[in-house]
């Protein structure tokens, strides 16, 4: 009988020693919890969620909050229940988060199919919930997927953007083109409006039929083929194949090699796992993008503005990609030959880089960042990208229209708009200038026609 009282009075201090020993664990947990969620709401330290959290805080602060709210859930549950309760709560709290990256995982794995190395996916970051592969042309647009262009520089909302049966920017059902337009991002043109692209400017100045088949991140040897699987069966009387200083030639470069080794790729299976993971697109969703740019714009109106994404004109295309260059003059000539085969006029068009055209008003942080734009000579490099074109084309006597000049004398006199400050793509009044070189040279050609007693289809 002496026994018991003892016993009783030890399992009350043991008691009342657990219940001290989980007052510490749950202090130590909502310091933590507070360290880590409720400290950099107050004074924000990281990128994510709008600038609040680090990474670190992410990682660290989820185990801590489920932690604590599980401690926080049992240590208020009456005594008799805390057992069972700790259980069930241990359960949500670790079955819960595995099948949420279990879902990511199945999703990267079965679904995206993350496994096989792709040129496209992986190394240009084309989005496949836009795009397939495709054996010819690398990938292609997918139709039937809801697909808007870029967001609008002014209002922030979507640009408006339709497609056709293949995927490209025109309404459906058009079987008759008098212009065919071919090139990349800079013809199909996602930041703005149908009617102020230079494809439909011409069309509407002009009265003739404009057809866009310019699609994002093509090189030369893709718009080639564009223009045999697609162009050409709208019979047109002009061709006009649009080519930009900034990357085509490197993804001429690059597309023999990917038709050689379609599966050969620079990324792990966890890099591109950390692509597709939707629940880091969810993460990086919050983050605070910086935009400090590295050069100023003074405008024609006396204000500036920031310049974002450099653009770098490259000193001696013929050097540093002389198997793209080797495939740009075949696909070039190859394109002519057939164009003219069919009394169809193709004319290369050749936009230059943004920092080229807008260099004498833009003041660069450095001078290292200026030299990192220009590592040659501004005008007159013989083995820059539009000498190298031009010399392609006056071989293969092939029309060629250099833009430069026309954006430059357009800059010296209004220099609003022609570019956009936050990516390299022409903006309203750049496409202006554009539409009205190109209308120039259909009138110029039609005059010569005239001349010499030929004709161009309609033209």
Known sequence: MGLEPNLKGRHRIGARMAWGRAQ?????????FLYFWILPLLAPRGEFFWGHYQLRDLILGIPVGLATLCGTV???????????????????????????????????????????????????????????????????????????????????????????????????GIHKADIVFVGDSFTESPDLPDEQTFVQRVGAASGLKAVNLGRSWYGPQQEARVLRRYGLSYNPSLVVWQLWEGNDLSIADRFPRWMA?????????????????????????????SEKGFATLHLTDGQSVRVVGQGMCDADVQS?????????????????????????????????????????????????????????????????????????????????IDAFPALRRQASQDNRRLYFSRNLHLDIEGHRVIARVLLDWIQARARTDSALGTSSHSL
């Open 320 to 400: 540093q990609y002389p198997l793209g260059v080797a495939e740009t003059k075949r696909a070039i000539a190859s394109t002519y030959a057939l164009c003219r085969s069919r009394g169809i006029q193709l004319v290369i068009l050749c936009l230059p880089q943004r920092e080229r055209v807008l260099e004498p008003y833009e003041s660069f942080d450095t001078a290292d960042i200026r030299a990192k734009s220009f590592p040659g000579a501004l005008d007159n490099n013989p083995h820059d990208f539009a000498h190298t074109i031009a010399a392609i084309c006056r071989q293969a006597e092939c029309p060629f």
């Open 74 to 172: 049992i240590m208020l549950s009456p005594a008799r229940a805390r057992p069972d309760v700790g259980r069930r709560l241990a359960a949500i709290c670790v079955v819960g988060p595995m099948c949420v990256v279990a879902l990511d995982l199945f999703n990267a794995v079965a679904i995206q199919k993350i496994w096989p190395a792709n040129v496209w996916y992986d190394d240009l970051g084309i989005p496949p919930a836009y795009y397939r592969l495709d054996p010819e042309l690398g990938f292609a647009r997918e139709v039937g997927p809801a697909h808007h262009g870029n967001p609008d520089p002014t209002t922030g909302g979507r640009v408006p953007y339709q497609e056709d049966e293949n995927g490209f920017r025109n309404a459906p």
């Open 261 to 289: 080794h379609p599966e050969r790729s620079r990324h792990t299976v966890w890099e591109r796992y950390m692509k597709s993971s939707r629940l880091i697109r969810l993460c990086e969703s919050t983050l605070v993008h």
């Open 24 to 32: 510490i664990v749950m202090s130590l947990l909502w310091l933590a």
